[in-house]
């Protein structure tokens, strides 16, 4: 059985810097892309970021480019978001999830989600 | 950036009825690189369809996605009662991957 669990949120204040984390189960997980979604509360989904199996491609969105780094740890079958320069829009749910096939790019939909970490950036 | 738009924002419909979902793109997705999503409240989304009309492991045949270009449908053929959620199409054929806004089915 697929298990992604994010870990790592909390309430940080503006400016400061957070670092969440997936663990990774039931399935190999170099084998397959991975991606960072978030969703603010009440709103839509906005995709964060997403590294391909070798973390040889990575993408960003123009909102986090610049101060969210993604990594992954195929040893750990661990995926990581390293947040700084945090901003009161940053609040969200964060979710884990696993592309739904293999590729050499991060640029597939997504079949296994976690069930999020929520950060909340505030004074 | 590929803009996804859906309309409507709201449809209300009784279970059995037929709910068509529509996502427009701002610019054409390459290689029909689209998904549609059901989102329940508290809980994560679930992948639908992909690759425009491909269903997903275990997605009742109810659900169906057609469309190609710009232009994009998921149809729910006979809403059962646990069809009532909000909907996401996206684009995964260029970067940035990008959501539509939703739709919320919700009961009439």
């Known amino acids: 059985e697929v298990q992604l669990v994010e870990s790592g949120g909390g309430l940080v204040q503006p400016g400061r810097s957070l670092r969440l984390s997936c663990a990774a189960s039931?399935?190999?997980?170099?084998?397959?892309?991975m991606h960072w979604v978030r969703q603010a509360p009440g709103k839509g989904l906005e995709w964060v970021s997403g590294i391909s199996w070798n973390s040889g491609s990575i993408g960003y969105a123009d909102s986090v480019k610049g101060r969210f780094t993604i990594s992954r740890d195929n040893a750990k079958n661990s995926l990581y978001l390293q947040m700084n320069s945090l901003r009161a829009e940053d609040t969200a749910l964060y979710y884990c999830?696993?592309?739904?096939?293999?590729?050499?790019?991060?640029?597939?939909?997504?079949?296994?989600w976690g069930q999020g970490t929520l950060v909340t950036v505030s004074s | 950036e590929i803009v996804l738009t859906q309309s409507p924002g709201t449809l209300s419909l009784s279970p059995g009825e037929r709910a068509t979902l529509s996502c427009r793109a701002s610019q054409s997705v390459s290689s029909s690189y689209l998904a549609w999503y059901q989102q329940k409240p508290g809980q994560a989304p679930r992948l639908l369809i992909y690759?425009?009309?491909s269903r997903a492991t275990g997605i009742p045949d109810r659900f169906s996605g057609s469309g190609s270009g710009t232009d994009f449908t998921l149809t729910i053929s006979r809403l059962e009662p646990e069809d009532f959620a909000v909907y996401y199409c996206?684009?995964?054929?260029?970067?940035?991957?990008?959501f539509g806004q939703g739709t919320k089915v919700e009961i009439k």
């Open positions: 690759g425009a009309s």
């Open positions: 999830a696993k592309a739904y096939y293999g590729s050499g790019s991060y640029l597939v939909g997504f079949d296994y």
């Open positions: 039931g399935f190999t997980f170099d084998d397959y892309a």
């Open positions: 996206q684009q995964y054929g260029s970067s940035p991957v990008t």
